[in-house]
T-cell receptor
Framework: DQQVKQNSPSLSVQEGRISILNCDYT??????FLWYKKYPAEGPTFLIS?????DKNEDGRFTVFLNKSAKHLSLHIVPSQPGDSAVYFC????????????FGKGTKLSVKP | EAGVTQFPSHSVIEKGQTVTLRCDPI?????LYWYRRVMGKEIKFLLH????????ESGMPNNRFLAERTGGTYSTLKVQPAELEDSGVYFC?????????FGSGTRLTVV
């Protein structure tokens, strides 16, 4: 049974607009959440993370929101750029820095010029 | 700093053969992880080393998979004998904190 779910396999947005990628989880013991970006033939690259004690973390054009009561997090990219086109994976972790990451299936984002 | 290095980048082998994947983590990273992604599915945890010791190998599919980490440096993942369902991309990652750095992966195709 999947503990981390990304229900949208793909998302298409226009350059300059906002991209919103969503992620749901089932395990209330997760205490850290991460977003990774993956280009074809490359490994996942860390993008941004958030601790469960926070509800928002921002880094430049990227903001992650966490709603613990809903067990939901989202990644906002503003403004979206064609270079953001990639597969985005949501991941969750428990048990401190040595806990393994549980990944969702990913959402393929296409940003059209 | 140099990233996580994996080789080979691609491997095509016949069912029943043996394949060994190698991972060189970032120098100084005690934590090393192996993950696998089967086409279109999530990236799944296989196992975790802390230095040379296996911390968690709960994700290893079966005893055809053997992982080692020599002297707490590089790691190898051997599949013997390979089956068709072992095809996928095998990622290695290392970490010092909570955000892992992944290698580019080894694409394994078993025919």
């Amino acid at each position: 049974d999947q503990q981390v779910k990304q229900n949208s396999p793909s998302l298409s947005v226009q350059e300059g607009r906002i991209s919103i990628l969503n992620c749901d989880y089932t395990n209330s013991m997760f205490d850290y959440f991460l977003w990774y970006k993956k280009y074809p033939a490359e490994g996942p690259t860390f993008l941004i993370s958030i601790s469960s004690i926070k509800d928002k973390n921002e880094d430049g054009r990227f903001t992650v929101f966490l709603n613990k009561s809903a067990k939901h997090l989202s990644l906002h990219i503003v403004p979206s750029q064609p270079g953001d086109s990639a597969v985005y994976f949501c991941a969750a972790q428990q048990g401190g820095s040595q806990g393994n990451l549980i990944f969702g299936k990913g959402t393929k984002l296409s940003v059209k010029p | 700093e140099a990233g996580v290095t994996q080789f080979p980048s691609h491997s095509v082998i016949e069912k029943g053969q043996t394949v060994t994947l190698r991972c060189d983590p970032i120098s100084g990273h005690d934590n090393l992880y192996w993950y696998r992604r089967v086409m279109g599915k999530e990236i799944k945890f296989l196992l975790h080393f802390v230095k040379e010791s296996k911390q968690d190998e709960s994700g290893m599919p079966n005893n055809r998979f053997l992982a080692e980490r020599t002297g707490g440096t590089y790691s190898t993942l051997k599949v013997q004998p390979a089956e068709l369902e072992d095809s996928g991309v095998y990622f290695c990652a290392s970490s010092h904190g909570r955000a892992y750095t992944f290698g580019s992966g080894t694409r394994l195709t078993v025919v």
